[in-house]
């Protein structure tokens, strides 16, 4: 094994263990939401999956089947499946028609055991996706905001909390940045000149398509996250390939249908509920989402997001200062003017790779993914905190892009003055 592969490895190790040390304590702590109620108590699912239960009373019709997607469930019942706690131990699902103490009394309040095991894994994907983030912030930017990254998300109170529930949002953030890696890998692939694999290509962006059919199958929103990979491609092949147009399009068109085909075997497969008629069922729990989000912005309208100017007066206050980790009154306007310049930073980074004078796969996976990942929430109709987990997940990572740019200067301005002085 060469040096620098295992000063890396090391490296990945005090990664994981260091995050660790913040994700994976205090869980019982978490703020209880009561929608994990819903996710633990119809984790039955697992069991119903694994063990090839395809047309079980668990895929019927049902108001569990429509609201939400399974791979969250999978990911609760394999946790709780570790911790010794099986079907016969479920709570039952929260009734929201029903106060907390009426729910209560009708057992809709997940055992201490059982919510503990059932966030652990959840907690276990946060710390994997913190790892993912700071292996692409490094490759765009380096250790410093690498490392920076770091501490900003170990000390996210936004990050802290919803990343550690039993909800779906560690696993749409977990197999996004999954996917982004494997489309990193698979770019890194076709930079190899004469050495081009189609196979291992193929098989980085078959995975890639993979992890979005499972992002999809945790929140609808997660196949947005495919046009990122598809794009990262096309832009790939377009500007660094020197072939004619012909095979470019061709092999933008082979790849591409690899991990769209991948992708919509991993969602469909994953769900059960959806295989006696694709295309009714698939419509069915879209119109039931659209329905029940119209629903809750009426039910909670003093949460509700009708108008752009709303949009625009809201979520980025949401996102540039309520739950951003640099956080004081006015605070709104530096981090979006460090987004931005992270950003930017990103977009200079592609540049010069364009002009061949550095790497710049990983600067085009990060915005690509970024962008397509992110923007869905701009289009939500409720101002609920766990709705903006991508723009500030990324956010943050151009923020630090942004600081560790910005300290470079800084750095290299107070050496040459060293320097002047020293030789004046």
């Not at 260091?18 to 209880?32: H, K, P």
């Not at 770019?187 to 993979?210: D, E, Q, T, V």
């Not at 550095?358 to 990942?373: E, F, K």
């Not at 987990?389 to 630090?400: G, N």
Request: overall charge positive; proline content about 5%; glycine content about 8%.
């Amino acid at each position: 094994m060469k040096r620098a592969t295992f000063l890396n490895l090391i490296e990945l190790l005090g990664v994981l263990v260091f995050v660790s040390f913040f994700y994976l304590r205090d869980l019982q702590e978490v703020a209880f939401h009561i929608d994990e109620s819903h996710w633990i108590g119809t984790s039955y699912m697992f069991e119903a999956y694994f063990k090839g239960d395809f047309w079980s009373d668990a895929w019927a019709i049902a108001q569990p089947t429509l609201t939400n997607p399974p791979v969250p469930r999978y990911v609760i019942g394999l946790g709780r499946l570790i911790g010794g706690y099986h079907v016969p131990d479920l709570n039952r699902p929260w009734a929201y028609e029903f106060n907390v103490g009426r729910n209560v009394a009708r057992g809709a309040m997940p055992s201490a055991g059982l919510l503990w095991w059932s966030r652990l894994p959840m907690a276990v994907l946060a710390v994997l996706s913190i790892a993912l983030g700071f292996f692409l912030i490094k490759k765009v930017g380096g250790r410093f905001p690498a490392y920076l990254w770091l501490l900003f998300a170990c000390i996210s109170p936004y990050l802290l909390l919803q990343t550690r529930r039993a909800m779906a949002e560690s696993p749409i953030l977990f197999f996004v940045m999954l996917a982004a890696l494997f489309c990193y890998l698979a770019l890194k692939a076709l930079s190899r000149p004469g050495r081009n694999n189609p196979w291992l290509i193929g098989l980085y962006l078959g995975l890639a398509g993979f992890c979005v059919g499972l992002a999809g199958e945790s929140k609808i929103n997660g196949l947005s996250v495919l046009l990122g990979i598809l794009a990262s491609l096309a832009g790939y092949i377009i500007w660094k390939q020197k072939d004619a147009a012909g095979p470019k399009a061709q092999r933008i068109f082979i790849y591409g249908a690899v991990a769209s085909i991948v992708a919509v075997i991993a969602f469909f497969g994953s769900y059960p509920f959806l295989w006696p008629d694709l295309a009714a069922r698939t419509e069915m729990v879209l119109r039931d989402r659209i329905t029940e989000m119209q629903s809750q912005s009426i039910k909670h309208s003093a949460d509700a997001i009708y108008t752009p100017s709303q949009r625009l007066t809201i979520i980025p206050v949401r996102v540039f200062q309520d739950y951003a980790v640099i956080n004081f009154p006015g605070a709104l306007f530096l981090n979006l003017a460090l987004a931005c310049l992270g950003i930017w930073r990103t977009i200079l980074n592609i540049r010069d790779w364009l002009r061949g004078s550095r790497d710049g796969t990983a600067a085009l996976v990060l915005l690509a993914i970024g962008a397509t990942a992110a923007i869905p929430a701009f289009f939500t109709l409720l101002d609920w905190d766990r709705y903006y987990l991508f723009p500030i997940f990324f956010s943050t990572a151009f923020i630090v892009i942004a600081l560790g740019w910005l300290g470079e200067h800084a750095f290299q301005l107070v050496k040459n003055r060293v320097v002047d002085r020293a030789t004046g």
